[in-house]
Each structure stands twice: as structure tokens, then as C-alpha cells.
């Protein structure tokens, strides 16, 4: 038994940190393609910016996740009921990663006075590297500590989560709104987290 809790983490992780091309699958919802976004960089192959968005009757239930982030402080989501919430799934090592970190950054300040919030979600890193990552590119939002891949795990049955970054959009009830898969920009995630903003007006 403890085996096997040791190992289903290691496993999660591997199927969402191959960092392999999405399939196209879907699960409803509109779809758009930004042919920019593709990365390629000695080897790693990310997501291709694939944007999927459901509509409000089409979420599923509200996600559950929570733990402690690199900086030691405790975050439940379901505290956070009622706030537009971004979750960022990314590692340091990852070129697209470090590539979008100025447009999340962007968006996260742009969107903080509307009360949305920002959590990164790293099942790789220590706190060493992911802390280090954080202060070189002045990421102004926590990131959880997700050692043991609940965060990859609060997303299954939920939406695919097919490569590394990806980056999905809460509504205000804890519900997966939209979802992109590879690296994204401030201009697409800024529409995203506004449209969904809109909703609760």
C-alpha cells in the first residue's frame, strides 16, 4: 500500500510532464488556434495554444485542491468561491514556461483589482528552483508546492490536461471555464479571464 501511494503521483506526473503535442481531442466547447504558440527548444515540444471554453451549463463540478505553495502559506480553492481564479501548470525547466511568464504576469496585475486570482500549480520542482524561477521573472502570484500531483489529479474528469504550460480558467463557482493547452499570451488569457469576469456581472 505505501508503494503504490508513492507511485500513482510519479505516474500522473510522467503522463502530464511528457510534455507531448495535445491530440486535438475536446470536450465541448469553442475552439481556436494560435499557430505562434508552438514551441520547440532542444527537444521539448509543448502544446500548440489550442483554446477551448465551455459555457456555463456545460462545466463540470467545481475544482478541489488544496495545499501549501512554495512560500509555505496554506490555499484552498474552495475558500476562494466567488473569485475568477487562473491556475498556471508549468516547471522551470520548461521553455513556453518561461517564455508566456511576462503575459501572465501582465494579466495577473492587470485583473488583480477585479479580484482574480493567480496560483502557479509545479509538480517538478523543489522549492530552491521553483522559488528562483519565481524572483528571476517577477512573478507576482504563488505557485503551489504540488509534490504529490493533486493539482494534476484535481483536473482529471474535469479537462485534459495534455501538455506543459497549460493554463485554465475558474469561474466564480470553482469551475473549469477555459482552458490552454501550450503557451499563451496576455492578450488571449486577458479576453479569457474577462469574458468570465463578465459572467458574474
Known amino acids: 500500500m505505501v508503494f503504490f501511494r508513492r507511485i500513482v503521483p510519479i505516474l500522473i506526473a510522467s503522463l502530464l510532464f511528457a510534455a507531448c503535442s495535445p491530440s486535438g481531442e475536446s470536450k465541448s466547447g469553442n475552439e481556436s488556434l494560435n499557430p505562434d504558440s508552438s514551441e520547440q527548444d532542444s527537444g521539448y515540444v509543448s502544446g500548440d495554444g489550442t483554446v477551448t471554453v465551455w459555457s456555463p451549463d456545460e462545466r463540470e463540478e467545481p475544482v478541489e485542491l488544496a495545499g501549501e505553495t512554495f512560500d509555505e502559506d496554506e490555499v484552498?480553492?474552495?475558500?476562494?468561491?466567488?473569485?475568477?481564479?487562473?491556475?498556471?501548470?508549468?516547471?522551470?525547466?520548461?521553455?513556453?514556461?518561461?517564455?508566456?511568464?511576462?503575459?501572465?504576469?501582465?494579466?495577473?496585475?492587470?485583473?488583480?483589482d477585479d479580484g482574480v486570482r493567480f496560483f502557479g500549480v509545479n509538480s517538478v520542482d523543489?522549492?530552491?528552483?521553483?522559488?528562483?524561477?519565481?524572483?528571476?521573472?517577477?512573478?507576482?502570484?504563488?505557485?503551489?508546492?504540488?509534490?504529490?500531483?493533486?493539482?494534476?489529479?484535481?483536473?482529471?474528469?474535469?479537462?485534459?490536461?495534455?501538455?506543459?504550460?497549460?493554463?485554465?480558467?475558474?469561474?466564480?463557482?470553482?469551475?473549469?471555464?477555459?482552458?490552454?493547452?501550450?503557451?499563451?499570451?496576455?492578450?488571449?488569457?486577458?479576453?479569457?479571464?474577462?469574458?468570465?469576469?463578465?459572467e458574474s456581472k
Do not use: H
Open 76 to 112: 484552498d480553492l474552495a475558500d476562494l468561491r466567488g473569485d475568477v481564479v487562473v491556475l498556471n501548470f508549468w516547471y522551470a525547466a520548461c521553455p513556453p514556461c518561461r517564455a508566456e511568464a511576462p503575459d501572465l504576469r501582465e494579466v495577473a496585475l492587470d485583473t488583480e
Open 126 to 198: 523543489g522549492p530552491g528552483t521553483a522559488l528562483a524561477f519565481e524572483e528571476n521573472l517577477e512573478i507576482p502570484y504563488p505557485s503551489f508546492y504540488d509534490e504529490q500531483s493533486k493539482g494534476v489529479a484535481a483536473m482529471q474528469g474535469k479537462v485534459a490536461l495534455q501538455a506543459v504550460p497549460t493554463t485554465v480558467v475558474l469561474d466564480d463557482e470553482g469551475r473549469v471555464a477555459a482552458r490552454v493547452i501550450g503557451r499563451t499570451d496576455a492578450t488571449t488569457l486577458g479576453e479569457l479571464v474577462a469574458d468570465v469576469l463578465a
